[in-house]
């Protein structure tokens, strides 16, 4: 767990070794392994000093989430964390000089280390990442993160890297202050010993444990950190709406734990982590951020016997704001891309979308000139559909048209070679129905890609009724070789995320045609956790584009469709207001150029406040559990895993991390409170809260969705 040298200069050198895990990580087994040897060093006199590093590419990069998983109650939590704050502390008073070198990403409870030695240096690697994102999993650091770094760099320094866990290379975190010094790589080891011989002796007494103290930028009670306590307080309220305890426990670590000595600190800082780590948000999270992200990620669901595809060269049929998006990953993943479009000059203007989002990644320093050229010269505009011969890879991403999509369809099989796969980017129509004109249904497939392509992680990997095993495994290694993240979907019209999250838009048009106040749907959805407010949400998205959607369903299925009731809303805003968004500059909302956006005052007038309106809680929880009923219908329609529909959710159209996602909110509610709500809600609001059998039997059966 940790290899242990000392040097003939009585320098001794631990470096973290975890070879059980993927990682070097922070267990029951390797912080017992680190305890040892830290008393070994401080034992044995001829030790002058310690440098502590890794023997693998990453230095420490956290907790193992296995151990946090298993944790049930406070006292367990406690037993955990005790251990590492205990070395941790004993360390730095030992007298001994302690110095992390920071080989690789030091993360987390890695980053604690570093912060409990006398001094960190970094290797001049810009893929090396320095700090503490602990928050994003429902966490916080436990091993002294927030009493140590406020401690060196001050509380309001200390702020973004513990509430936002921001993450920088090290020579950003040099400027910040996290780390005292950078050097190359290759002279890392070398300098960390030279800092233990020369100047190791004089440090080995922290700041905090030293006499006369003075916490920079004052303690909380202090005029300036207080007003910011204030101000920190009440924008963090109105961010996480009370489903997130995380920040709140942070800021209570260094509200009270900056107020008392560095050893009542860290018992507030384990203690706030016990009830973190006992809360259902974070174990959400944990579940879905970490475990079942990381699985799809891997591509746990491809088909094991299909060998890896290594693409080359793709295409992308449709140079409009999707088509463009599209082009710009393929090419930013370094692939060759070709952008077709019926005119050479629409072709253009796509390659002209990446060239302004790559000028803007130069300007900002993001990226060198070189590297955007680069970019650029993969991609290849053209009109001509003789230049996708030697694609691996087609996308059509064309309008949201049957007659357009199949004779697109038609041209690029033309010319496409015998091995490609064809894949449609479509957000409602059926794959199986486009694949009809295909004349190799099993190797197309559907791709189903969020706007805008470039900022959105999420792709529904859709599988046709004749879509091949190999296609899907094919189409599962172009979605990670773009860095995005994969869910795999069965075909149903508008598929799973659009399906679920509908349900969301839906609900609210419903009520406002009910009558109930748009400003209390819109907060109700804010104090849900969601994104966006419901209404504001449809705006952005396009009211004219889930109409076209309307639309295309009565087309589809004729004279079986059965009205829902936002169906009116949308004809009416569309068809007898012309208020199809804010890209109109007006939809539920007026845009006006100051940039004040308010509710639009003729909804007053067509959709009149009922005098009895609901509690917000009850329109919150319409809001909710409309989007987990239909999530769950499609899981039990087998449409989607249970885990691909959470991850979709979180990743497709921001459901709360803190619920788990839309399947697992229903765990955290409780599959009978759930049902029986669904039950009276139906009774009140129609069928569309009838819950489906597979869900009925579960609640009955006082099962989970998840084992835990």
Not at 2 to 21: H, S
Not at 228 to 249: D, H, I, R, W
Not at 476 to 495: A, G, Y
Request: contains cysteine.
């Amino acid at each position: 767990m940790v290899d242990y040298q000392v040097d003939g200069d009585g320098v001794a050198t631990l470096a973290w070794n975890v070879a059980d895990r993927p990682m070097n990580v922070l267990n029951e087994a390797s912080i017992g392994a680190f305890a040892q040897a830290v008393a070994r060093t401080i034992a044995d006199p001829a030790v002058k000093g310690v440098v502590v590093t890794s023997a693998r590419p990453e230095f420490v990069v956290g907790a193992d989430l296995d151990l946090v998983r298993s944790v049930k109650t406070a006292e367990q939590s406690m037993a955990i964390t005790a251990p590492i704050s205990r070395v941790l502390r004993t360390l730095e008073r030992s007298g001994k000089p302690f110095v992390a070198a920071l080989n690789g990403t030091a993360l987390g409870g890695g980053y604690e280390i570093a912060l409990a030695c006398h001094r960190r240096i970094a290797a001049d690697d810009a893929r090396i990442q320095i700090g503490l994102p602990e928050v994003t999993l429902g966490l916080l650091p436990a091993a002294g993160g927030t009493q140590r770094l406020p401690r060196m760099i001050g509380i309001r320094a200390a702020l973004p890297f513990l509430l936002e866990g921001r993450k920088l290379a090290p020579r950003q975190a040099l400027e910040a202050g996290l780390v005292d010094e950078v050097v190359p790589a290759a002279e890392l080891l070398a300098r960390a010993r030279a800092w233990v011989l020369a100047d190791g002796p004089a440090h080995a007494v922290k700041p905090w444990d030293a006499k006369g103290f003075r916490f920079p930028g004052g303690t909380p009670q202090a005029p300036g950190p207080t007003q910011l306590f204030f101000g920190v307080s009440g924008g963090l309220l109105g961010k996480t709406q009370g489903l997130y305890p995380a920040p709140e426990a942070i800021l209570a670590c260094l509200y009270d734990g900056c107020q008392v000595d560095l050893d009542n600190g860290l018992k507030i800082e384990q203690r706030q982590f016990a009830r973190l780590a006992t809360s259902a948000a974070t174990r959400n999270m944990i579940r879905t951020l970490f475990y079942s992200m990381g699985e799809a990620n891997r591509l746990a669901d491809r088909p094991k016997d299909v060998p890896v595809r290594k693409f080359a060269k793709v295409a992308v049929l449709g140079a409009g704001m999707m088509g463009a998006g599209l082009a710009h990953v393929s090419a930013q993943a370094g692939l060759r891309v070709v952008l077709l479009d019926v005119q050479q000059a629409a072709a253009e203007k796509g390659k002209a979308y990446s060239q302004k989002l790559l000028d803007a990644q130069v300007a900002k320093g993001r990226l060198s000139a070189g590297k955007r050229d680069q970019a650029l010269a993969l991609i290849a505009p053209t009109s001509d559909y003789a230049a996708l011969a030697d694609c691996d890879l087609v996308i059509e991403a064309v309008f949201e048209d049957r007659k357009v999509k199949a004779e697109v369809t038609r041209q690029a099989e033309a010319a496409m070679s015998p091995g490609a796969v064809f894949a449609t980017n479509t957000s409602t129509l059926p794959i199986t129905s486009l694949a009809e004109v295909s004349v190799r249904p099993a190797q197309f497939v559907g791709l189903h890609f969020f706007s805008p392509v470039e900022k959105m992680p999420l792709v529904e990997v859709i599988r046709g009724q004749q879509t091949s095993e190999a296609t899907i495994a094919q189409a599962l290694d172009f979605v990670k070789r773009i860095r995005k993240t994969p869910i795999v979907v069965n075909d149903c019209p508008s598929f799973y995320a659009n399906r679920a999250f509908a349900m969301f838009p839906y609900e609210a048009m419903t009520m406002l045609r009910e009558g109930v106040n748009p400003i209390l749907i819109e907060n109700a959805a804010r104090m849900a956790g969601m994104p966006m407010p419901a209404l504001a949400l449809t705006d952005e998205i396009s009211v004219e584009l889930l109409h076209k959607a309307l639309q295309q369903a009565r087309a589809d299925q004729g004279a079986a469709y059965r009205a829902q009731p936002q169906d009116q809303v949308l004809d009416d805003m569309v068809g007898k207001f012309e208020r199809i968004g804010r890209k109109a500059g007006k939809g539920f909302y007026d845009y006006p150029a100051d940039g004040r956006k308010t509710l639009w005052r003729g909804l007053a007038e067509h959709y009149p406040v009922a005098a009895q309106q609901p509690d917000v809680e009850e329109v919150r929880k319409r809001l909710m559990y409309a989007q987990s009923l239909e999530a769950a219908r499609c899981v039990a329609e087998g449409i989607v895993s249970v885990r691909d529909a959470d991850v979709g959710s979180l990743l497709g159209w921001g459901f709360p991390a803190a619920l788990g996602g839309a399947i697992g909110y229903i765990d955290t509610v409780g599959a009978p409170a759930f049902v029986a709500e669904c039950d009276r809600l139906a009774t009140r609001h129609g069928e569309r809260y009838a819950v489906p059998d597979a869900l009925r039997a579960m609640a009955a059966g006082g099962s989970r969705y998840y084992a835990v």
